[in-house]
């Protein structure tokens, strides 16, 4: 079984295993004269300590086709210098002023889509009908993508994603891209106020088609996807929890770190992509040689506790520290707007729907494979 697989929320037990073991653990040993060993970060220090180092490297530096190469504009496989010159021109659509300027198109979104949901009447599917809309609507209006071209991209993005046909998913993802280039083309001419266009107009030629390209495509994929995802299982844990959210509606000044609680519980991405060391270092107390690899498990330091009852779900816990978003250089750019998403949707769908409930109680909720993905949750109020 994968490690980065869930029972309903909770690690497998086979990583629940290694949990058990201690803070870093061994996966495999290359059978290459270098013999270098992969290792497993569980443990909430070692991660931060990881990922906040400059002896490891983000870079794709071994394994695949892709070995060696760096997609322009996706921060996740650059390094500092050009991992800061590039974040550093992406960061100003971000700010915490022009969120709040985004927030009552965000709140329009939102109140369409559970207008739909509450029109349509139920049992509804809360995946494609709740999760995916907001997530691409939103996304697609912060990058300055036109309402008429936004379900057309949306399809392409999923389909080159999800389709079984390798034939299909490649179309799918061409379509994308060119679609990208197009709107690079167009923004260079005419910037607006979206993403795109601040970029544009603040860096100019300092930012390469290239790079805009390729950072539009990685939000537009984290916004479409990762945010969906974790509307869907958000959902599911409002009616796993009711009278816990109902503090949302009845007492929300009772939960006032409600946000980062639901994020440290849910963690809807399991784990990050491998990090190379770049010399010799020592994490956890193990020899971690240069050429390892070491991935780290959110999943398993976000929920450290596991089984015991600290670890609950307890929407009042105060600050709860969880690494959800990574951490150091390559904390995630989204997480403002991502964030700004479940403020508004969460609470929203705990006061249009107080009596939300499981459509099939008796039927399970079949997850897909990692990133945490709910295959379908047809609910009824």
């Given amino acids: 079984m994968d490690l980065h697989r869930r029972d309903r929320f909770d690690p497998v037990p086979e990583l629940r295993a290694l949990m058990a073991e201690g ?46 190469r760096t997609w322009p504009g996706f921060l996740t496989q650059y390094d500092p210098p050009e991992h800061t010159r590039l974040r550093r021109m992406v960061t100003p659509p971000f700010t915490a002023r022009r969120m709040q300027r985004f927030r ?15 029109d349509t009447g139920g049992p509804v599917d809360f995946v494609p009908r709740f999760g995916w809309p907001i997530a691409t609507t939103v996304t697609c ?7 008429d ?9 999923h389909a080159s994603r999800s389709e079984r046909s390798g034939k299909r998913r490649v179309a799918a993802g061409n379509k994308f891209w060119t679609y990208m280039e197009q709107m690079v083309a167009r923004t260079r001419r005419d910037p607006g106020d979206d993403m795109f266009g601040v970029v544009v107009r603040e860096f100019g030629d300092d930012i390469t088609d290239a790079e805009l390209k390729g950072v539009a495509a990685f939000v537009m994929g984290a916004g479409g996807d990762q945010v969906a995802r974790y509307l869907a299982a958000g959902a599911w844990l409002m009616v796993e929890h009711p009278d816990q959210f109902a503090l949302l ?26 990090r190379v060391a770049l010399e010799d270092v020592r994490i956890g107390g193990c020899p971690v040689k240069a050429g390892d690899t070491v991935t780290p498990s959110f999943l398993a330091a976000n929920r450290r506790d596991f089984p015991g009852p600290e670890d ?24 403002p707007l991502a964030e700004l998403v479940f403020r508004v949707a969460l609470p929203a769908l705990a006061h249009r729907f107080p009596g939300l409930r499981l459509a099939e109680p008796d ?3 079949r997850l897909g494979p990692p990133p945490f993905d709910v295959e379908a949750l047809p609910l009824d109020w």
Avoid: N
Wanted: net charge negative; with cysteine.
């Fill in 23 to 68: 803070p870093m653990s061994v996966l495999g040993v290359e059978d290459a004269p270098e013999g270098r060993t992969a290792w497993l970060a569980t443990g909430y220090d070692e991660i931060r300590q990881v990922l906040g180092s400059d002896r490891f490297s983000a870079k794709l530096l071994y394994g695949g086709t892709a070995a060696g």
């Fill in 104 to 118: 009552p198109r965000v709140e329009k979104i939102v109140a369409a889509v559970l207008d739909d949901i509450e």
């Fill in 141 to 147: 209006d912060f990058l300055g993508i036109p309402r």
């Fill in 149 to 157: 071209d936004q379900v057309g991209l949306s399809r392409a993005l």
């Fill in 249 to 274: 509606r009845d007492d929300p000044d009772a939960a006032p770190d409600w946000l980062d609680e639901v994020t440290r519980y849910l963690t809807s991405d399991e784990k990050t992509t491998p």
């Fill in 312 to 335: 609950g779900f307890d929407i009042t816990r105060v600050k709860p520290a969880h690494v959800a978003f990574g951490h150091g250089v390559h904390h995630c750019l989204g997480r």
């Fill in 363 to 365: 039927r399970e909720i």
